[in-house]
């Protein structure tokens, strides 16, 4: 399936990324159109559902057996979400963010409901400079499989393995400023002590409190047919319970894999595919 796929955008003139092989670009009616894939789901970034719509079934009709009378393809509208990323897509801006992995790791170690320590509409940072090098000061913890690591989990109620890689997703994906905090407590997986358990709370509480941010960038012409958002960039920003990070809308090619170009992929929407048996909500 991968290798027909590939010979597939291969001859509809699609060229593979540098570095991305699943991001391809290529040229429909004159204009350009950005594809990203995942197995058989794709994301078409092109200025009209027209020429989506045409991509879609330009490629339907090549993945197409003899014996198939519909093409194994749908064309499922604007997206919403990818591949674990949610998208926003307005008039004026275009967001992406982790929001519903943040939601799902929160509810999957009970950390869904507001904490104590949230007093104000202020987040808390996700790790403090002195603190983390305080961490690395403290004496190890039970090593892992020892009974004093199993007591400390069931204490803590978490595996704290587990928690730094499950947050890796958001911070490649789009939070840059969890990543000093992610990488740091990451160090201490396999032998950390109760400080170190404590402070890894602390930055689920910041989740919590942040898991609506994500990267957003604004487009430089409105597109008439997607919801308003009727303010600037800095007053919707101020509309925000909390404020996101500045660099936030300037990291988009570098830290969002799928987009090989911040400038091209905000002048255009994202438009869903699949091959598989979607329904259309």
Known sequence: MEEHISNVLSDLGFTNAAHKKNVCTGAFFGEKVLLVRQVDDFAVGCKSESTAKEVCGTIGRKL???????????????????DGCDVLQTCNCIKVSAESCMRRLLKAH????????????????????????????????????APEHKELEQRMGFGYRSVPGEITFAHVLCRADIGHAVTAFAKFSTAPNELHCKALKHLAIHLHQ????GIICWR???????????CTPREFYDELPVTPPPHSLHQLVT???????????????????????????
């Open 64 to 82: 197409a057996l003899h014996n198939e009378a519909e093409p194994p393809f749908e064309c499922l509208g604007l997206v919403d979400s990818f």
């Open 220 to 230: 430089s012409d409105p597109v008439k047919d997607l919801p308003h958002v009727p």
């Open 210 to 213: 942040t898991q609506d941010w």
């Open 255 to 281: 830290l969002n894999t799928w987009f090989q170009s911040a400038a091209e992929w905000i002048e255009r929407n994202l438009f869903a595919t699949t091959s598989t048996a979607v329904p259309v909500n």
């Open 110 to 145: 009970n950390w869904d409901n507001p904490s104590p320590n949230e007093t104000s509409k202020k987040p808390t940072p996700p790790s403090h400079w002195d603190d983390v090098t305080a961490l690395f000061a403290l004496e190890s913890g039970p090593e892992e499989n």
